[in-house]
């Protein structure tokens, strides 16, 4: 019986050795090399000008907004007021399966500083999703796992939008979860 397998090839070390002294040692880039006798050998560093020209390459670059970013300074995209823009917050089920029995938004509405609340009742029924549309933009009958968006809240401030989040009130059924698909 004849072994089918191709001979292991072996890639080429990332490092070369230099064999001028007893140890072997490694060589770096951009060294000199001569020819002593039949072989070449590694000298030292070229210092002539028309070999390495000076520039950025190779060697480290200040951060130039370190300094800025460290001190506090520097200002994010979160941190620029735009005029009229709102905050949006979303709240999300607890539960990895229930029934949504009634979602009660009446309180969050008329808190001072929110401009909408929406829930599944006030979207469409279509389906959304990045390769496979399967979800819903908001919850509408039931959750399917937690985290699921069920309402979401736009206000003029974060303080405002997260207290309007936590004055909806969600009744749940909850049903049995699948935590393992083989065993059901």
């Known amino acids: 019986m004849t072994n089918c397998r191709a001979p292991m090839r072996f890639a080429k070390p990332a490092v070369r050795f230099s064999r001028t002294a ?4 490694p060589t770096t880039g951009f060294q000199k090399h001569t020819k002593v006798g039949k072989r070449w050998v590694a000298t030292s560093k070229s210092t002539s000008s028309s070999a390495i020209p000076n520039g950025p390459v190779g060697r480290p670059l200040p951060r130039v907004e370190g300094p800025a970013k460290v001190a506090g300074l520097i200002k994010y995209t979160a941190d620029v007021d735009r005029p009229g823009v709102l905050w949006g917050k979303v709240l999300r089920s607890p539960l990895p399966h229930g029934r949504i029995l009634n979602v009660d938004t009446s309180r969050a509405k ?31 009958e039931r959750v399917r796992f937690v985290g ?23 009744e749940y059924e909850e049903l049995p979860a699948v935590f393992d698909r083989w065993r059901q």
């Not at 007893?22 to 040692?25: A, E, I, S, Y």
């Not at 929406?118 to 919850?139: F, N, Q, W």
């Not at 699921?148 to 969600?170: G, K, R, W």
Request: hydrophobic residues 50%; negative net charge.
């Open 148 to 170: 699921e968006e069920i309402a979401a809240v736009a206000a003029i401030d974060s303080d405002a939008a997260e207290e309007a989040i936590a004055l909806i009130h969600v």
């Open 110 to 140: 008329t808190l001072p500083g929110v401009k909408a609340v929406i829930t599944g009742r006030d979207v469409s029924p279509r389906l959304v999703g990045a390769s496979l549309k399967d979800m819903p933009v908001l919850a509408q």
């Open 22 to 25: 007893k140890k072997m040692r």
